[in-house]
């Protein structure tokens, strides 16, 4: 479908000559699912209807404690510093950004006035600039008014290498002025087709610069907000202890109406999967449960409780295998897989085709994940039209000896292939959770049928997911062989997601291990087709170039995809939350009520 028809249907909507529904459902046909198109409409300046909570109670206040499981228990409350989905969740509590993703994909504007459009004058014609209104009349939590002075200094904070913010990629190349106390600018050098990425859900939580500002750049670790922090949000913060608990009371001048309904909110960190969705919809101990990664015929049994509900949410998260391609057990200026080594094995592109042939996808799906997931060759499978087609996934043993084989790996008398006295011996490392532990157990035992041998490491998922850049055995740090988790897609569209998989996100020890490239792994054509993305207007021409990013990383084996995630969470049976798939959990906290 070609740009010029898409303008000529939008033009026909304007004018009443085709519906909402119709115009969604011609670009469906095509594979242009529906948060893209709200975003093509958005561009032109047509408001499509947000996809959010209907919120009823008519005062704020009243309604007693929430109480939410998070059993990876954060570490931080910094949400530049977040690169673990437990501390971007619980940062969202106190921090805000001009813009969140509702569940259908389409921006919904929090600290902004509104959604910049090119009818409101919020976008420019040659896709450089973007215009944001600020909201009037939001106090900071302590009382200081919300000014674009901490829009502009946010883009400052983010930007600067020395703060060494896991957000930086969203903010890197812009440049961002103050037009007046409520108005900012935000200038791209190229036309940008997606501009919505600075200041926008995950990557766009608004920092007080007056909390800040002494703290940018080398001294951005010391600021006292990283673990009290004053926010927007519509809960203020109590109490803090990382790694167990965040107690939290109602914000009384919160900018949004008859919000929040609750009046203390509580997030308890720590335990496992199975135990927080146990709490919710058995006992009823706890009101929401994130993240229910726990055995399909566990979660049915819990459900026949009566209690509580799961919700399950469409997203673009992956659950995939990283391939180490440094080499994580020789140190070099201080850092352990370091983009200055090469692995001894796992560099030969023989050896990491024959591991992607022994995953077994298809058991993985139906004896552990159920409805948790849905097996994938592809790292991007959300929104439809940016999924590789070309990608497919196999399981068969015989092949993977055979390329084995033909390699020149031959198998020992222990049974464990080696080629010039390297041994094809690997620490393959998760986060401790009993679906991960079986998948592991899965694929060990196939490996082993092809004269690998996998020694299975499991670590605390606090720790694993932590933002602690102390921590070696975070999964940033990638200090093993091979390594499994889920990530997060943040937004209905893949270029922030993809950029994991560029040669300037690699994480070392000179970006305190937050980049967002943990495989280390790059390739000169996945730059050069990111970058020409980044500036492509045609709709069609840019999601084959972001294909191409995904494929040339797919192809490699270094990035092995598993499970394509549905995001999966258990509720109390009265409590109205607003489950999004496109942004965490926490993303419109205050709309929450229980009916």
């Known amino acids: 479908m070609s740009s010029e028809y898409i303008q000529d249907m939008v033009e026909n909507l304007k004018d009443g000559r085709l519906s909402r529904r119709s115009f969604i459902r011609k670009l469906a046909a095509v594979g242009i699912t529906a948060p893209i198109a709200s975003q093509i409409l958005a561009w032109n300046g047509v408001a499509m209807a947000n996809a959010t909570l209907e919120y ?143 200041f926008v859900g995950v990557a766009g939580m608004i920092i007080p610069k007056h909390h800040f500002g002494e703290y940018k750049g080398a001294k951005s670790r010391e600021a006292p907000a990283n673990l009290k922090p004053v926010g927007t949000g519509p809960y ?157 996934y196999e399981f068969s043993i015989a092949k993977a000896n055979q390329i084995l084989d033909d390699a020149g790996w031959k198998k020992g008398s222990d049974g464990i292939r080696e080629k010039d006295g390297k041994k094809l011996k690997y620490v393959f490392q998760t986060s401790i959770n009993a679906p991960r532990q079986k998948v592991q157990a899965i694929i060990k035992q196939a490996c082993q049928k092809a004269g690998i041998e996998l020694e299975l490491k499991s670590v605390t998922a606090s720790v694993f997911f932590s933002s602690d850049v102390a921590n070696p055995d975070t999964y940033t740090k990638l200090y093993t062989d091979i390594e499994m988790y889920t990530t997060t897609q943040p937004q209905p569209d893949p270029e922030r997601f993809l950029n994991q998989f560029t040669s300037w996100e690699v994480a070392s020890k000179e970006n305190k291990w937050l980049g967002r490239n943990v495989s280390r792994y790059t390739d000169p054509e996945a730059d050069k087709a990111y970058r020409e993305a980044q500036k492509e207007l045609d709709p069609a021409k840019r999601a084959a170039l972001l294909i191409k990013v995904n494929e040339i990383f797919c192809e490699a084996n270094v990035i092995l995809p598993v499970l394509s995630r549905t995001k999966v969470v258990s509720a109390a049976q009265n409590l109205a939350h607003d489950h999004s798939g496109w942004d965490v959990d926490t993303w419109n906290l205050g709309a929450w009520y229980r009916s």
């Open 236 to 392: 203020k913060f109590v109490e803090f202890k990382p790694g167990d608990i965040i107690r939290t009371e109602r914000n009384t001048e919160y900018h949004v109406a008859n919000q929040p309904f609750f009046d203390t909110f509580e997030v308890k960190g720590g335990g496992d999967a199975v135990s927080a969705a146990r709490a919710v919809l058995q006992t009823g101990e706890y009101d929401y449960a994130w993240d229910s990664l726990v055995e399909e015929d566990v979660l049915k049994r819990m459900e026949t409780g009566g209690r509580g509900k799961v919700s399950v949410a469409v997203a673009g998260d992956i659950e995939f295998i990283t391939l180490n391609t440094t080499d994580p057990w020789t140190e070099v200026d201080g850092e352990r897989s370091s983009k200055k080594t090469k692995h001894p094995t796992l560099s030969d592109p023989a050896v990491r085709q024959a591991i992607n042939l022994l995953i077994d996808r298809d058991s993985i799906q139906k004896f552990i994940y159920g409805r948790a997931g849905i097996p994938t060759a592809s790292f991007v499978n959300q929104p439809k039209q940016f999924k590789s087609e070309k990608l497919k």
């Open 56 to 198: 009823k109670p008519t005062k704020a206040g009243g309604g007693g404690p929430l109480k939410m499981l998070l059993w990876q228990a954060p570490t931080l409350l910094n949400p530049h510093f977040a690169s673990g989905t437990k501390d971007q969740i619980a940062s969202r509590i106190f921090y805000e950004p001009l813009a969140g993703w509702d569940k259908e994909g389409n921006l919904f504007p929090q600290l902004a006035a509104e959604v910049p459009s090119k009818a409101n004058g919020g976008l420019s014609e040659d896709g450089k600039t973007v215009t944001w209104k600020l909201k009037p009349g939001v106090k900071w939590h302590d009382g200081k008014p919300f000014t674009a002075d901490d829009v502009v200094f946010t883009w400052e904070y983010a930007a600067d290498p020395a703060t060494a913010a896991y957000t930086t990629g969203a903010y890197a190349n812009i440049k961002v002025e103050k037009v007046d106390d409520l108005t900012v600018k935000v200038i791209f050098k190229e036309p940008t087709p997606f501009w919505a990425d600075p």
